[in-house]
Each structure stands twice: as structure tokens, then as C-alpha cells.
């Protein structure tokens, strides 16, 4: 498993937010936010050959380069209580 960092995405989320149209239409004239782009390093990490033997790495979305974990995040407690939240979050999503 592996983690990114997409980066800034403008994906709507918010949209109902005083401003939100303006700054929409700012970042579509800089092309700033693509979603496409922030999917597209999720895409390249789970589908590129290259990264087939990668586990455990947090990279970024300019050409994939690996990225240091900051603090707390290295902390293996911190991980094992952040894994064990996920596992409870998803299985009160319930099997489709």
C-alpha cells in the first residue's frame, strides 16, 4: 500500500460557500486544481509496473517523487490506531 499527496484539487467540494464561483472560475483560467491530475498519480501508483514492488511509500503528485512522511505520521502507534480507525470506519459501512 502506498500514500499520495494529490495536491490541491477544485472539485466542487465547497461550492456553496460565499466566493466559491470566483474562485472556480480563477483557478480554471490558471488551470490550477485539475482533478484529473490529482486522480491521476492514485491511478499511476495502483496501474505503473514501476511501482508494483512499492509498498509503503508517500509520494507526490508532480511525477510521483517520493515524499518524507512529516511528524506524527512516522510514529508506528500512530499508524497501527490510524489503520485500526480505518478497519472500524469501513466495517460500519456494511458489505454491499
Known amino acids: 500500500?502506498?500514500?499520495c499527496d494529490p495536491?490541491?484539487?477544485a472539485t466542487g467540494l465547497g461550492q456553496d460557500l460565499p466566493g466559491s464561483g470566483l474562485l472556480q472560475r480563477v483557478l480554471n483560467t490558471l488551470k490550477v486544481g485539475e482533478p484529473r491530475?490529482?486522480?491521476g498519480i492514485m491511478v499511476r501508483l495502483a496501474t505503473d509496473p514501476a511501482f508494483a514492488h512499492?509498498?509503503?511509500g508517500y509520494f507526490?503528485?508532480?511525477a510521483a517523487k517520493p515524499l518524507h512522511c512529516p511528524e506524527p505520521g512516522r510514529s508506528e502507534r500512530v499508524q497501527r490506531e490510524?489503520?485500526?480507525e480505518t478497519?472500524?470506519?469501513l466495517a460500519g459501512l456494511g458489505a454491499p
Open 54 to 56: 512499492t509498498s509503503g
Open 37 to 39: 491530475k490529482g486522480a
Open 87 to 89: 478497519v472500524a470506519l
Open 7 to 9: 495536491g490541491f484539487n
Open 60 to 62: 507526490s503528485v508532480r
Open 1 to 3: 500500500m502506498n500514500c
Open 82 to 84: 490510524l489503520w485500526a
